[in-house]
């Protein structure tokens, strides 16, 4: 469970909006009014907070999370390559562009078995199509990557999400 | 699931309106109901198809630590491991690999102090060592995938 801290730039409304929406917004038609009701607020102030809540990135975006199996992308590949620190950022943006990557991470090896410091998830609906996508990024990366590998997950052990309590 | 809901899934994806009537404002733009697109959306979270819909935080801007970690895991050790490792509460997210680095796992704690202290529990429960794999910079993060 991770507790919001006061550090975070948000105060006590900000929290009980963040509980209120954790689950959901209401499908309801005015879903920000439904929220103002539950936090006697108005569903203007609920739309200002959200506002400032995205513009100050503690919220990334209001949006639909699919479960991305239900729609048959059944193959999932952790991509890393071995990127040198002096081209990682370049890299890093022009993997992170490509339409079937959802996650784009630099992050720090651990020499010397584990090398790589670019991380892109790719996802696809046949074992060929996400050999495609490795394919498409090795060719762009070209000689920016000295190497790598693709882990496909073979079973999900625990996704309990990111739950929050104040 | 049909091709309208294809096509909201599509577009909500990409971002809800901070309108407010905001279904009215999708349902206008794909030439929708209102009442409708909200009754699509409300059956596409009741089965499941979409796994959540609203705010999506940012863990780390919010006050809190996330951390990529993988194990080495013998393979006759594997159900054991993974019983110990999802046991914590901190663990949010747990895949098995075709690896050596066979199990990978996010941890998700209050503060950043309480992932080494998480390090430390399943370094001691499980006999093996953990490898963090931290992040040093972000270049996307997002969920698209055409319906």
Same mark, same amino acid.
């Given at each position: 469970?991770?507790?919001?801290?006061?550090?975070?730039?948000?105060?006590?409304?900000?929290?009980?909006?963040?509980?209120?929406?954790?689950?959901?917004?209401?499908?309801?038609?005015?879903?920000?009014?439904?929220?103002?009701?539950?936090?006697?607020?108005?569903?203007?102030?609920?739309?200002?907070?959200?506002?400032?809540?995205?513009?100050?990135?503690?919220? %990334? *975006?209001?949006?639909?999370?699919?479960?991305? &199996?239900? !729609?048959?992308?059944?193959?999932? $590949?952790?991509?890393?390559? #071995? +990127?040198?620190?002096?081209?990682?950022?370049?890299?890093?943006?022009?993997?992170?562009?490509?339409?079937?990557?959802?996650?784009?991470?630099? %992050? *720090?090896?651990?020499?010397?078995?584990?090398? &790589?410091? !670019?991380?892109?998830?790719?996802? $696809?609906?046949?074992?060929? #199509? +996400?050999?495609?996508?490795?394919?498409?990024?090795?060719?762009?990366?070209?000689?920016?990557?000295?190497?790598?590998?693709?882990?496909?997950?073979? *079973?999900?052990?625990?996704?309990?999400?990111?739950?929050?309590?104040? | 699931?049909?091709?309208?809901?294809?096509?909201?899934?599509?577009?909500?994806?990409?971002?809800?309106?901070?309108?407010?009537?905001?279904?009215?404002?999708?349902?206008?733009?794909?030439?929708?109901?209102?009442?409708?697109?909200?009754?699509?959306?409300?059956?596409?979270?009741?089965?499941?198809?979409?796994?959540?819909?609203?705010?999506?935080?940012?863990?780390?801007?919010?006050?809190?630590?996330?951390?990529?970690?993988?194990?080495?895991?013998?393979?006759?050790?594997?159900?054991?491991?993974?019983?110990?490792?999802?046991?914590?509460?901190?663990?949010?997210?747990?895949?098995?690999?075709?690896?050596?680095?066979?199990?990978?796992?996010?941890?998700?704690?209050?503060?950043?102090?309480?992932?080494?202290?998480?390090?430390?529990?399943?370094?001691?429960?499980?006999?093996?060592?953990?490898?963090?794999?931290?992040?040093?910079?972000?270049?996307?993060?997002?969920?698209?995938?055409?319906?």
């Amino acid at each position: 469970m991770t507790r919001l801290r006061q550090t975070a730039g948000l105060d006590d409304l900000d929290r009980r909006l963040v509980l209120e929406t954790q689950e959901g917004l209401p499908l309801e038609r005015r879903p920000y009014a439904v929220l103002g009701e539950r936090l006697g607020i108005s569903g203007e102030e609920v739309r200002e907070r959200l506002a400032r809540l995205i513009d100050g990135g503690q919220i %990334r *975006r209001i949006a639909a999370v699919p479960n991305h &199996y239900r !729609l048959g992308y059944t193959h999932n $590949g952790m991509t890393v390559w #071995e +990127v040198p620190e002096d081209r990682i950022d370049d890299a890093g943006a022009q993997v992170g562009a490509l339409p079937f990557v959802s996650h784009c991470y630099h %992050r *720090r090896p651990s020499p010397p078995d584990w090398p &790589y410091t !670019l991380f892109a998830m790719v996802h $696809g609906r046949s074992r060929d #199509e +996400v050999e495609a996508q490795v394919a498409t990024i090795a060719a762009l990366l070209g000689p920016a990557s000295r190497g790598h590998q693709v882990l496909y997950s073979t *079973r999900i052990l625990k996704k309990s999400g990111l739950r929050l309590s104040a | 699931m049909d091709g309208t809901d294809r096509r909201l899934i599509d577009r909500l994806q990409d971002g809800f309106p901070l309108d407010d009537r905001p279904f009215q404002a999708i349902a206008a733009e794909l030439g929708l109901d209102e009442d409708d697109v909200i009754l699509r959306v409300r059956r596409l979270r009741e089965t499941g198809v979409l796994t959540r819909f609203g705010p999506l935080f940012h863990a780390e801007r919010m006050g809190g630590a996330l951390l990529l970690a993988a194990l080495k895991v013998p393979p006759e050790d594997f159900e054991r491991v993974a019983a110990e490792v999802n046991a914590l509460p901190q663990v949010a997210h747990n895949y098995a690999r075709d690896h050596a680095f066979n199990m990978w796992f996010v941890l998700a704690t209050e503060t950043p102090e309480g992932i080494s202290d998480a390090i430390a529990e399943i370094e001691r429960r499980t006999g093996l060592t953990v490898h963090p794999m931290p992040k040093l910079a972000e270049y996307f993060v997002g969920l698209r995938f055409a319906a």
